[in-house]
């Protein structure tokens, strides 16, 4: 459904104000460094956390407009649910009164 997508938007877009966590590491071979003869080896593993605390609202603005969206597929679904509703009514009202009719005669 149409509302599942952008409600997924929705959540895409907020985790924009999250910060993100990654897990880095690094490995380093060196022979002969420094005028010291011999090889070292380096090894680095780490958390980088990154976090954008302003980037001129772009990311509420993008967050909004998800918002906004959601909210008007729902109203959109609500709509046509309502429409196919009153067509069902409708249609059976009809098929009700010609059913009357067709007894009478």
Do not use: C
């Amino acid at each position: 459904m149409q509302s599942n997508k952008i409600k997924e938007q929705v959540n895409f877009e907020k985790s924009a104000f999250a910060p993100s966590i990654d897990i880095v590491g690094k490995t380093t071979w060196s022979k002969d460094v420094g005028g010291i003869e011999g090889s070292s080896q380096d090894a680095y593993l780490g958390l980088q956390l990154q976090w954008n605390l302003f980037n001129g609202n772009a990311t509420s603005a993008r967050h909004n407009s998800a918002i906004n969206n959601h909210a008007a597929s729902l109203d959109k679904y609500v709509d046509y649910s309502n429409k196919a509703k009153e067509a069902v009514r409708f249609s059976w009202n009809n098929y009700l009164t010609l059913f009357v009719h067709h007894q009478s005669i």
